[in-house]
């Protein structure tokens, strides 16, 4: 299973960019990249998936490299509400067996 | 329902009592997925269902530990002769049929926190 390791935590501005790198040196061909958010008491929450080069969506942008042993998820704009966990996930579903692990996560803490 | 839900919210036991943790997934969700989350720490996955089937329990910790799925639907994770180590938050999660090198977004549910004493 892709091991990944992640910042523990990092503090930022409110309106700053905030960028979140996620190494998984031993990533399989057929593994995705996946992160999740997670606020205090409450599970966690999907925000963006990728397998190769640049993925954007309305709240995060994912950037991967062609080698693809890490990761980094960018946040643009980040506010006050974006305090909160962050998750990254590799991994994939195979022949009916669930592998993937979640990271112990980064936990950002937007300043205002 | 309109996400994951899961009870009692709260559990608090004596070690050595057995406990039920229940998860009610979205409807039409045919994975569903069981992890723990102790305090500060990163989720563990636990186990795995496709359907009624668990193809993959290898994360359940010990044999204290045990999960089903009925009628594809609702699930029960229960732990026998709890201990004081089994305290943590169980979070139950959610998604469409898994498919082969395909990643379907699971949707968690609030959690379980287990305590026990």
């Known amino acids: 299973l892709a091991k990944t390791t992640q910042p523990i935590s990092m503090d930022s501005y409110e309106g700053q960019e905030v960028n979140i790198t996620c190494s998984h040196n031993?990533?399989?061909?057929?593994?995705?990249i996946t992160w999740y958010q997670q606020f205090p008491s409450q599970g966690p929450r999907f925000i963006i998936q990728g397998y190769k080069t640049k993925v954007t969506n309305e709240v995060a942008s994912l950037f991967i490299p062609a080698d693809r042993k890490s990761s980094t998820l960018s946040l643009p704009r980040v506010s006050l509400s974006d305090t909160a966990v962050y998750y990254c996930l590799v991994g994939r579903t195979t022949s009916g067996t669930y592998k993937y692990i979640f990271g112990t996560g980064t936990r950002l803490k937007v300043l205002a | 329902g309109a996400g994951v839900s899961q009870s009692p919210s709260n559990k608090v036991t004596e070690k050595g009592k057995d406990v039920e943790l229940r998860c009610d997934p979205i409807?039409?969700?045919?994975?569903l997925y069981w992890y723990r989350q102790s305090l500060g720490q990163g989720l563990e996955f636990l186990i795995y269902?496709?359907?009624?089937?668990?193809?993959?329990k290898s994360g359940l910790p010990s044999d204290r530990f045990s999960a089903e799925r009925t009628g594809g639907s609702v699930s029960t994770l229960t732990i026998q002769r709890t201990q004081q180590e089994d305290s943590a938050v169980y979070l139950c999660a959610s998604s469409l049929e898994s498919r082969f090198y395909v990643y379907n977004e699971q949707f968690f549910g609030p959690g379980t926190r287990l305590t026990v004493l």
């Open positions: 031993n990533i399989a061909t057929n593994d995705y």
């Open positions: 269902f496709q359907g009624n089937s668990a193809p993959d």
């Open positions: 409807s039409g969700h045919t994975a």
